[in-house]
């Protein structure tokens, strides 16, 4: 697909709402699946030091 501006690539021929707003929930699961993979880690090695279960 051919663009003649910005404004047009944006707006994606009247799709650009649900193309950009799929983008935005994408790399906000993403992100908040990345902090909690981190945060359960932490916690996981926080209860094998303490000898308990995580």
Known sequence: M???SFEDF???G????????SYGVTL???LAEAVLVV???RR????LRSGGRP
Do not use: K, T
């Open 2 to 4: 051919h663009w003649n």
């Open 10 to 12: 944006v707006h994606m």
């Open 14 to 21: 009247g799709y650009g709402l649900y193309v950009w707003g």
């Open 28 to 30: 906000v699961v993403m």
């Open 39 to 41: 945060r359960r880690r």
């Open 44 to 47: 996981a090695f926080e209860a």
